[in-house]
């Protein structure tokens, strides 16, 4: 047998190695460029741990780099870094965590929260207010910020500050003095850093009081943690109010002197589900957070942070939580539908357009580019029952756990519920979508025109008001007319029905007066006067309450009451604007609702 000379193996390495590279050459003259974010634009895939777990990032980090995670949101209190006093630093917490999260390519989003003890007012409640010297958080603002100069740009200034995470006498007050020194020591050390204010759900209000106090000017993105007007996207028809919250908070800075074009971030916002696998229930937390991610995009959101990568339980017997990964560290549905996502969008998705979709319109759709060179279509039915949609071209539909098929030019396929990913869209449809850019969403209708907007109970005639709490209730169709039941299946009168006017009917002017009138009457056979009164309604200050309930009147006839309320500030702060409840829980009988503007 004949061997080679070593020169044939030079030659024959040589000749390899060119086309190795040949073919290096023609992968990379193939490939798409890899996506670059626009001036000003970060990527908008996030996630924010919470406490309990924020020290399993060791093992969720590298399940969260698989996904393409590009922020993160947590950071170590300064409970725990300055805990001995105010000389005493512990950053070991810290630094590995920001080292994990470089790591895995994810950038840190920071946490400026809570007080030591010696800091705090009553020298024991890290949450106590005011802080005992505003010197004490100044300096150490100043340390971390010197300290992760070049790792963390965007701060976040405390958590849910209107929530239960602060007490205070005063907490606008206290709040916006925390936000002053916050910025005015992020800022010596280094211009360009970033400091976002903060409120548990969506409070315009609290915000609103907080520039009042003085952080007008103090502050560079704005943090909202929307848990409830995503809840109402997954009951159904909540799509719209969702869509105006970037709006409404834009409308609330440039009202108060603020830039209306600075960043708005998601830093907290998640749903539930089982601790053990569920089908039903493991699917529908995947659906609400494609739904979130792409109305959020959609609506000039900068950076969601979904909550939570792993979760502690909650819920009364401890058997839910939000986390992408289970407390086994086993992975649902919803790590798997991040992935899709991602993956599908590219690290840097913009909002190309919308498309009203199906044969008479109802159906969601969100055009982005991807930033690959294909521009993707996120869509879904306003309804579980699914709607009937074509397009004039061939295109292929994915579902967010990738599963795909193809459909031909006018092959008609009915759009579930659960959201789906189109590619390939025909250029007249991605025509369509770029044309109705610069428009309003059209979901719902448009009453900007008008001066009142109701519900019709027991019927599917929503002229611009929506019940949010419809399952609460029993329809009655007795062939003549139809109402709605205050007594629901189980027997029981529900503790509050809640309405939402739609955001073209809220935004078309800036009155703050309106009338909420009822059209009631008793239930036959009632022996005692029912009573039903305006539990809360969204006020410049907050969910207020109105005065005395309202009895309704004796008689088979229908019955009118008005309310007048005249510090409105209709935003969805939970989800709604204002709720109805029934004193002593009588039942009666409801068929109208209207809000009314007052000029």
Request: charged fraction near 20%.
């Amino acid at each position: 047998m004949n061997l080679p000379c070593a020169n044939h193996f030079k030659c024959l390495k040589l000749f390899v190695g060119l086309l190795t590279a040949l073919c290096l050459a023609i992968s990379l003259s193939t490939a798409p460029a890899s996506a670059q974010p626009k001036e000003g634009q970060v990527s908008p895939w996030g996630i924010s741990s919470s406490a309990e777990w924020a020290n399993e990032y060791p093992k969720f980090n590298p399940l969260l780099e698989q996904v393409g995670v590009q922020w993160i949101r947590y950071f170590p209190s300064w409970t725990s870094i300055q805990r001995e006093g105010p000389n005493a630093f512990d950053w070991e917490n810290a630094d590995a965590r920001m080292a994990s999260a470089a790591q895995h390519g994810i950038q840190p989003q920071g946490m400026l929260v809570f007080f030591p003890r010696w800091a705090s007012a009553d020298g024991k409640n890290p949450r106590a207010n005011p802080v005992k010297d505003i010197k004490y958080w100044n300096r150490y603002v100043t340390a971390a910020a010197k300290r992760y100069l070049g790792k963390i740009e965007y701060w976040e200034c405390w958590n849910e500050f209107n929530g239960s995470f602060s007490v205070s006498k005063n907490k606008p007050k206290d709040y916006a003095g925390l936000v002053k020194g916050a910025y005015k020591s992020l800022k010596a050390v280094d211009p360009n850093l970033k400091l976002g204010i903060s409120c548990a759900n969506f409070d315009l209000s609290f915000f609103r009081k907080v520039i009042e106090e003085g952080a007008g000017g103090h502050f560079d993105f704005v943090c909202i943690h929307p848990y409830e007007n995503l809840g109402q996207v997954m009951k159904g028809g909540g799509e719209p109010g969702f869509l105006s919250l970037a709006a409404s908070t834009r409308r609330m800075l440039k009202d108060n002197g603020q830039d209306p074009n600075m960043p708005i971030w998601i830093t907290e916002i998640g749903y539930k589900t089982l601790n053990v696998p569920n089908a039903e229930r493991d699917r529908l937390q995947a659906d609400a957070m494609v739904k979130c991610f792409t109305l959020s995009i959609a609506s000039g959101i900068a950076v969601v942070e979904w909550f939570e990568a792993r979760g502690p339980k909650y819920g009364k017997k401890k058997n839910e939580d939000y986390g992408l990964i289970r407390h086994d560290w086993t992975l649902r549905p919803a790590w798997n539908a991040f992935k899709q996502m991602t993956s599908t969008l590219g690290e840097f998705p913009e909002f190309t357009g919308w498309l009203n979709l199906g044969e008479e319109g109802g159906g969601y759709g969100f055009v982005f580019d991807n930033g690959q060179g294909e521009n993707v279509l996120v869509a879904w039915a306003p309804t579980r029952d699914g709607l009937p949609v074509t397009f004039p071209g061939k295109v292929t539909v994915t579902a967010i756990n990738g599963q795909g098929q193809a459909l031909a030019a006018g092959e008609e396929y009915r759009l579930p519920w659960s959201p789906v990913y189109v590619t390939g869209l025909p250029s007249e449809t991605l025509k369509q979508a770029k044309a109705n850019r610069a428009k309003n969403f059209p979901w719902g209708g448009d009453f900007t025109e008008m001066t009142t907007v109701s519900h019709l109970l027991g019927s599917s005639l929503e002229q611009g008001l929506i019940l949010n709490t419809a399952d609460r209730v029993t329809i009655i169709n007795d062939l003549t007319e139809t109402y709605a039941d205050t007594v629901n299946e189980k027997g029981q009168v529900p503790p509050q029905l809640n309405f939402r006017a739609h955001p073209s009917f809220l935004n078309a002017s800036n009155t703050d007066k309106y009338e909420i009138t009822v059209l009631a009457k008793r239930k036959p056979g009632t022996k005692k006067a029912p009573k039903l009164r305006i539990l809360f309604y969204e006020s410049k200050d907050g969910y207020k309450r109105t005065g005395k309930p309202w009895e309704v009147p004796a008689g088979d006839q229908w019955h009118e009451h008005s309310w007048m309320v005249d510090n409105a500030n209709f935003v969805g702060q939970w989800g709604y604007n204002f709720c109805f409840a029934f004193p002593g829980k009588q039942p009666l009988l409801l068929k109208e609702v209207r809000l009314r503007k007052l000029n």
